[in-house]
């Protein structure tokens, strides 16, 4: 089994579609984007909600802040009586705690020259034990904020803190304090962003459902193509339909819809091959049978052996039409070449032709001659060297083997159609419109308005003189020519002569 049908027989790597892609490509970004979202609506939700708590414990504290004052005896108390309740005790939800307390100062400290030691403190309300303001307490807004446990809770505490002076006019550091269990409050946020993770994980399946859904109603149309494909016969070649395509998938259509016109313009090509070649065989083949037949039935052996001679030279016929057809085949073929195209050289191509059918010519006794591209200046330069040089004297980017075929075709309808004691010459040069090789004779010629018509396959000149050519020389030039980016032209033998006398082929090559 040769290596490329083993790969094409071996299990395939399973591939994704285009929703899997999708949706890969989506998961991932999406989840990153929640994963933000969340992580900026905790640190904005839980701030807003602090805020909140804060601002209830500022208005607790400063009720209480804003009754403590000096009383008639000149003391600082409480001027109104508070129901006051410690944390943590009793059942229900946890209640604001209340706890202000004065500290003496000297005269320095009340005018801010000197820090005010803790000094002894005399509790006005509340519980003493409360945690006072740690030296990293925020002070937002006139008042301190700060994070504590107390009990073993956590608790969150807002202070407010001023000077305040008795009856007799001594100073006082005034500390009021209000604080609140913190769990409840934390917990309360927590329930809320899960909330809030619930209804980010709901949209986000609902644009996954949303993306597939689209993506299937886009390739629906993708799907129908694929099951008409599918419904078609195997010589079924119509180009397929690309209207309800999505434009993103519209030009791979059109491209192989090209591959499939390609394809049936080459299938179209080989049934007329074999047509036209079962056509031109079934001729030759009836009459070796006829030949054969009446062969059978003559006694005398030299008229048999003359019939014989016959079958054999319509044999040889029949041999060169096959080996001409086969060339054709081959030369019809699109060119698959993964490497650059190597570099022949024209000139020492064109010599080896002409050598090759000096034989045939001499039979004819034509005079069958080769112009060196390196008895000249081929490029015009002075660069040309000789066949047996360093460099090419005419290097074209094509295949030899090739080359050596379509000249060897053009020299050989060349002597078929020339009359004996003709003249027949290959030369090769360089123009400004690249490499060409040209066989020139002066036999009967074509007319010039049936020269196109002459590469066409089994196509004949009605003047020439030998009719037993197949017609197939100059389509497998022109094949041969077109497979390596050239061409093949017919022009006139004498440009001089009235109406054109003997005939040039002409191989122009890139």
């Known amino acids: 089994m040769p290596p490329q049908t083993a790969r094409a027989s071996g299990p395939e790597h399973p591939r994704w579609g285009l929703r899997t892609r999708v949706l890969a490509l989506l998961l991932p970004c999406l989840f990153v984007l929640l994963a933000i979202d969340t992580w900026y609506d905790y640190q904005a939700g839980y701030q807003l909600l602090q805020d909140a708590h804060d601002q209830a414990l500022l208005e607790s504290a400063s009720a209480l802040d804003e009754r403590i004052a000096p009383g008639g005896d000149g003391t600082i108390g409480v001027q109104e009586s508070l129901d006051l309740q410690t944390l943590l005790e ?14 003496p100062l ?3 400290q009340a005018s801010g020259h000197a820090a005010a030691p803790p000094g002894p403190a005399r509790m006005l309300v509340g519980a003493p034990d409360l945690p006072t303001p740690p030296p990293g307490a925020v002070h937002e807004r006139g008042s301190l904020r700060y994070d504590a446990h107390y009990r073993g809770q956590p608790l969150r505490v807002v202070a407010l803190a001023r000077t305040l002076r008795d009856g007799s006019g001594r100073p006082y550091h005034l500390l009021v304090q209000a604080a609140q269990d913190d769990q409840p409050r934390r917990e309360a946020w927590i329930h809320a962003l899960g909330a809030a993770l619930l209804r980010d994980s709901a949209t986000v399946a609902i644009v996954l459902l949303l993306v597939w859904f689209g993506v299937n109603h886009s390739l629906r149309p993708l799907e129908r193509l694929h099951r008409s494909v599918l419904a078609r016969a195997p010589d079924d070649l119509r180009p397929l339909d690309a209207h309800e395509l999505p434009h993103e998938v519209a030009p791979l259509v059109v491209a192989i819809n090209r591959h499939i016109d390609a394809r049936q313009q080459l299938l179209a090509e080989q049934t007329r091959l074999l047509a036209d070649a079962s056509h031109q065989l079934r001729t030759p083949l009836a009459i070796m049978l006829t030949q054969a037949g009446y062969a059978l039935r003559e006694p005398d052996p030299a008229l048999m052996r003359e019939t014989l001679h016959a079958i054999v030279a319509q044999l040889e016929r029949s041999r060169r039409l096959c080996e001409q057809l086969l060339a054709l085949a081959h030369a019809n073929q ?18 080896e032709v002409t050598l090759q059918y000096l034989p045939l010519a001499r039979e004819k006794q034509q005079d069958l001659g080769w112009v060196d591209a390196c008895d ?24 030899a083997a090739e080359l050596h075929e379509a000249l060897a075709n053009l020299v050989h309808n060349a002597i078929r159609y020339t009359p004996v004691g003709g003249h027949i010459t290959v030369s090769v040069r360089v123009d400004p419109a690249g490499a060409c090789a040209e066989v020139r004779d002066d036999g009967p010629g074509i007319a010039v308005d049936r020269r196109a018509g002459m590469f066409e396959r089994f196509a004949k000149g009605s003047a020439a003189p030998d009719q037993n050519g197949a017609g197939l ?19 006139d033998g004498d440009p001089n002569a009235a109406g054109g006398q003997g005939l040039a082929a002409r191989l122009r090559l890139p």
């Open 90 to 103: 009793g059942s229900g939800p946890p209640r604001i705690v209340l706890y202000a307390a004065l500290t």
């Open 106 to 108: 000297s005269e320095s």
């Open 334 to 351: 699109p060119a698959e070449r993964s490497v650059p195209t190597a570099t022949a050289d024209l000139n020492q191509v064109a010599r």
């Open 376 to 399: 000249g200046d081929a490029h015009g330069d002075g660069t040309a060297t000789g066949p047996d040089g360093d460099a090419a004297a005419v290097p074209v980017a094509a295949d």
């Open 473 to 491: 020389g100059l389509p497998i030039a022109r094949a041969y020519a077109r497979r390596n980016g050239g061409e093949i032209e017919l022009v």
